[in-house]
């Protein structure tokens, strides 16, 4: 435990250094600016456009964070055979995925704090602006559909470390996990129009069904953690939706990196 915290802080402090994040929090701030200036040009739906705008930017940047910047601190270890020197060390390769793991969690989160305060004050500027059209909104659920989408990255980042735990480079994993996320925001209208075909007239094969019912089962239903639409129309969500969208993220996280650890354990290096 004592070598898997070091871990994390030094994961964490390479995500600060890396430039991409420095690219990334920019072009959040510039969609947060557009959000200010678009959202006064959508008549009287300002309020859930702004909403809708600023939640999606900090789901967007969290993305290119766990594609670009997350994947390359996991993988420039393996790319570069310095996990040699990590694991000389007396470190179990537990620790450090968890350690790196927790890093890039970290990571995630501070990125995410700082998107949502930017996101805060240009909805806070609009909201004196034009009071009439916030008459719905509400701060609660802005950040609650942030903290699924924090919950949604984290798992997606559990998934990149699975991936790179077991192929042979760092292309490989990214583009698995990019895989992923598409499916996993895509399940439940792709088995919705599979088991309901009649209503647009097509006739999917039994074979097509199974597939995409397994595939709703085995990967991770993203969707859950998108809560964008209901925080922009400000409707009540659920307490129970609430607490079992939680369970199932911290649960498939958990199974996910108990996974990467134990191929990972048993992965030989070249």
């Excluded at 993220?249 to 134990?262: K, S």
Aim: glycine share 4%; charged share 10%; net charge positive.
């Amino acid at each position: 435990m004592n070598s898997l915290f070091p871990v994390a802080v030094i994961t964490f402090k390479e995500g600060i250094r890396n430039r991409a994040i420095y690219g990334i929090t920019l072009l959040a701030l510039l969609m947060l600016v557009v959000n200010f200036l678009f959202a006064q040009m959508a008549m009287r739906e300002v309020g859930k456009v702004a909403m809708d705008i600023a939640l999606s930017t900090v789901s967007f940047s969290g993305l290119l964070l766990v594609f670009f910047v997350g994947m390359n601190l996991m993988a420039k270890d393996l790319d570069k055979r310095t996990i040699y020197m990590v694991l000389a060390r007396p470190i179990s390769r537990t620790h450090y995925l968890i350690g790196k793991f927790l890093g890039i969690a970290g990571l995630i989160m501070a990125s995410s704090v700082v998107q949502t305060i930017f996101a805060a004050i240009s909805l806070f500027l609009l909201q004196k602006m034009l009071p009439l059209y916030f008459q719905r909104f509400s701060w609660t659920l802005l950040v609650l559909a942030v903290l699924y989408i924090v919950l949604m990255l984290i798992l997606l980042s559990a998934l990149s470390f699975l991936f790179a735990s077991f192929t042979s480079t760092s292309f490989i994993a990214l583009v698995m996990t990019i895989i992923s996320y598409l499916i996993g925001t895509s399940l439940t209208d792709v088995k919705a129009l599979v088991e309901s075909p009649q209503g647009i007239g097509i006739d999917p094969s039994p074979i097509t069904v199974k597939v995409v019912q397994a595939a709703y089962y085995l990967f991770p239903n993203l969707s859950f953690f998108d809560i964008k639409t209901q925080a922009a129309h400000g409707l009540t969500i659920p307490a129970t939706y609430i607490f079992w969208t939680f369970i199932y993220g911290l649960a498939y996280t958990c199974l996910v990196m108990a996974l990467a650890c134990i191929v990972f354990n048993k992965r030989e290096f070249p």
